[in-house]
């Protein structure tokens, strides 16, 4: 038997993990280019891609949102969330060894590796002969 209150409640904490690291990129891109040492010129010049890379955790945040609030009705949330959460773990990992990040940086990104993982474990603990569906 699935616990879906414990379901609940991690993918509302990822939703609201995403929600502050989107927000904080949106309305305060400086003060994430500090958290990311990333050079002051940098930020300046980068400031329209912190805002659309911020909207766009936003978004993946809301899709968490609702995931914690039906897990069962929106399960292939879960999946986008670890193909998302893979992706930004992937791609922090690549800039690492280019050169274009660092190490801190890096480890960072491994949270959305644990993310990942967790949503790819509820999604397929919850293939059964109710949803039908299985990846």
């Given at each position: 038997?699935?616990?879906?209150?414990?379901?609940k409640?991690?993918?509302?904490?990822?939703a609201l993990?995403?929600?502050a690291?989107?927000?904080?990129?949106?309305?305060?891109?400086?003060?994430?280019?500090?958290l990311m040492q990333?050079?002051?010129?940098?930020?300046q010049a980068s400031t329209a891609w912190i805002h659309q890379f911020g909207v766009l955790v936003l978004g993946f945040g809301l899709a968490y949102f609702w995931l914690s609030r039906d897990p069962l009705g929106n399960?292939?949330?879960?999946?986008?969330?670890?193909?998302?959460?893979?992706?930004v773990f992937?791609?922090?990992?690549?800039?690492?060894?280019?050169?274009?990040?660092p190490l801190y940086f890096a480890v960072l990104v491994v949270a959305d590796a644990l993310f990942a993982l967790v949503f790819y474990y509820f999604?397929?603990?919850t293939t059964t002969a109710e949803t039908g569906t299985f990846v």
């Open positions: 038997m699935i616990d879906l209150k414990r379901w409640a991690f993918f509302l904490f990822a993990f995403n929600a690291a989107g927000m904080l990129m949106v309305f305060a891109p400086e003060l994430f280019g500090v990333i050079p002051e010129a940098d930020i399960r292939n949330l879960a999946l986008l969330g670890c193909i998302g959460k893979l992706a992937t791609t922090g990992w690549v800039d690492y060894f280019a050169g274009h990040a999604y397929r603990i």
